[in-house]
């Protein structure tokens, strides 16, 4: 059985058409454009993971939409299906086998997006816009952790309507990356704050960025120990156990 069904779409539930695709010639670079792109700027972005036979992407909008495309091998695309919330998607991720998509809001919610059935349900709730959302899986739990502009960082159990738990945060969450068994969560006035996530999610560590300006995160995969913002790297090594 396929993971996406039967279909050539995720089936039958939700939009599977974007609609007719406008044309525009200004290409001077030959770059291969998306068919059927958002109708507001685009929020997000997220390829599927290894684990998913074929190449997937996953963009989420201020036109409050989610959409999914099929990239060839050629580097064409081809609309598969998209969701919706009543704001602008701020985030996106894939859970680790590829077979759901989790999507953060303005709308204060968060949600789960089965790929298979192509339905979508809430599965977090804040008291503000949701700014980042990531899957964890750990050897002993799995969860959905959200940030918010409400300053709480929130984990979830899928299956419930309320949280695992719940850790303040000093100021408003601008971004955050998790390689397990880490997550960085950077905050508004300069702030990071390492968790780790062995047993149970828990504060590793406070930084205040030396960079003037707020900046946006990646995390390298080849050197676990370091968190990049803009031109700036703090490096964070574990602390030596007593």
């Known amino acids: 059985m396929s993971l996406f069904g039967t279909t050539s779409g995720f089936g039958s539930g939700g939009t599977s058409m974007f609609g007719s695709t406008t044309t525009d010639n200004h290409n001077p670079m030959k770059d291969i454009e998306v068919t059927s792109s958002p109708d507001d700027s685009i929020g997000c972005l997220s390829f599927s ?9 996953i963009a989420g909008s201020w036109a409050n939409d989610v959409r999914c495309w099929e990239v060839q091998d050629s580097g064409q695309t081809i609309p ?5 919330h009543t704001g602008p998607v701020l985030d996106v991720c894939w859970s680790d086998d590829g077979s759901k998509v989790f999507t953060a809001s303005c709308d204060k919610t968060a949600k789960m997006w089965d790929l298979n059935s192509n339905q979508a349900i809430q599965i977090a709730q804040h008291d503000a816009p949701v700014k980042t959302i990531h899957w964890i899986k750990a050897p002993n739990y799995s969860c959905v952790m959200t940030g918010s502009w409400d300053k709480t960082l929130k984990f979830w159990d899928t299956r419930s309507s309320n949280p695992m738990m719940v850790l303040q945060l000093p100021e408003r969450c601008y971004c955050a990356d998790v390689i397990y068994p ?5 905050t508004a006035e300069r702030g990071l704050i390492v968790y780790q996530l062995e047993n149970q999610p828990s504060e590793f560590r406070r930084i205040e960025s030396p960079l003037k300006h707020q900046g946006h ?14 031109n700036a790297a703090e490096e964070l090594k574990p602390r030596n156990k007593k």
């Open 80 to 84: 598969k299906a998209q969701q919706m």
């Open 182 to 186: 880490m997550a960085v969560v950077a």
């Open 49 to 57: 993971p290894p684990t998913l036979p074929g190449n997937f992407l």
């Open 217 to 230: 995160e990646f995390y390298n995969p080849q050197k676990k120990n370091y968190i990049f913002l803009r």
